[in-house]
């Protein structure tokens, strides 16, 4: 089994499994390995997919419980117009970009039933690093950059929503949806890693080396 099943295999697929008559939103289908494992679940507690990509996968799967649309995942109001009122799951793993991501999460976060969940896909740049295997510049930065925008959305939004992190393969953030309070719009982290405080005890450190 390729890393990218067993990711969804080990993290993604469990929490799924008490969701009865699951509605699941897949962005990013490509050769259909989630949307196929997500129509394994459907299958056996009547649920719905409904998957997003920008290129043709219309034939990936004839199932009669799945529905494609060849599209922008954030063409929103077409889209939501094709949905039920609520979905239990969203599944983003089309653009990973910071900005492009931030953007999903908060125009489908209102649609998500409270208890659902939002699986981000790539958030972990450690395996496309320089002096690693999949040595890849874009997806080491753009994924580096998802990571720290989930967080610092999480920062404002923590009372409202459950945040965990898979660093298996190139990683996944699982969102949990705790109420239905709008999400409040993410602030830069207020950190102290570069404050003159920190030069000092960096300094102080090395003199007592």
Known sequence: MDEYSLKLDKFLIPLLSNIKNPIILELGVENGRSTKKFLDICSNKYGKVFSVDINDCSSVTNDKNWKFFKTRDDNFEFIKSKLPEKIDVLFIDSLHEAAHVEKLIYNYYPILNIGGYIFIDDISHLPYL????????????????????????????????????????????IIKKKDNSDLIKKKKLNERSISIKNIIRKIWRKIKK
Not at 147 to 158: A, G
């Open 130 to 173: 320089k002096d690693k295997k999949r040595n890849n510049f874009y997806c080491e930065i753009n994924n580096k950059e998802t990571f720290e925008k989930i967080l610092s959305i999480y920062s404002e939004n923590s009372e409202h929503f459950d945040l965990n992190f898979s660093f298996f393969s190139s990683g996944l953030a």
